[in-house]
């Protein structure tokens, strides 16, 4: 029973490098979040998505590109890193919303440092 | 603008004592509410979650949550705290239409002394 599958779950950048961060989940789930988490800020949420296909912004966007392709990825790209997105990063996955809103579902994490 | 206020960043309290971790949102509606642990390097567990109906809400590994709309605020409660409870924990609130759409407070980090 994986659950909530994150890779890697340490990585070093360099500024101005290019990375995807993987993210699966194997219980069917149509909802799926990004998010990052800091030092006294508790977690942030990047990008989201309600099914595939279908994605939108959280708070902290910029710098971060997502797709939903099927329902069990939605990985995470950063496309020119920045040390600013040094950070551990939370991807999670949930049932739906409104009345069926049930328990997210978290993955280990991912630590990146970007130097 | 949505946010989640927990005014304590650290909790110190010796084992067998009461706990009290306090949790403020602003929200346009009353959303969903959720209390959420994370152990050193782990990712977060769902402790107890309350959604409407009795503002009493019973979680996990003996916590409780009190909603109460008039201070906007949904404070977790143990009335005897263990060693294994030391962990950070999060204040969480999010709209009704997105499960996954959450707004998480900064954390409380929790220490339990022998």
């Known amino acids: 029973n994986a659950g909530v599958t994150q890779t890697p779950k340490f990585q070093v950048l360099k500024t101005g490098q290019s990375m995807t961060l993987q993210c699966a989940q194997d219980m069917n789930h149509e909802y799926m979040s990004w998010y990052r988490q800091d030092p006294g800020m508790g977690l942030r949420l990047i990008h989201y998505s309600v099914g595939a296909g279908i994605t939108d912004q959280g708070e902290v966007p910029n710098g971060y590109n997502v797709s939903r392709s099927t329902t069990e990825d939605f990985p995470l790209r950063l496309l020119s890193a920045a040390p600013s997105q040094t950070s551990v990063y939370f991807c999670a996955s949930t049932n739906g919303g409104g009345l069926d809103t049930g328990e997210l579902f978290f993955g280990e994490g991912s630590r990146l440092t970007v130097l | 603008a949505q946010s989640v206020t927990q005014p304590d960043i650290h909790i110190t309290v010796s084992e067998g004592a009461s706990l009290e971790l306090r949790c403020n949102y602003s929200y346009g509606a009353t959303p969903y509410l959720f209390w959420y642990v994370q152990s050193p390097g782990q990712g977060l567990q769902l402790l107890l979650k309350?959604?409407?109906?009795?503002?009493l809400v019973q979680g996990i590994k003996g916590f409780e949550a009190e909603f109460k709309r008039s201070q906007s605020s949904f404070n977790l409660r143990k009335p005897s705290v263990h060693w294994s409870d030391a962990a950070e924990y999060f204040c969480a609130a999010g709209p009704m239409e997105y499960g996954n759409k959450l707004v998480f407070g900064a954390g409380t980090i929790l220490r339990v002394k022998s």
């Open positions: 309350y959604f409407s109906g009795d503002t």
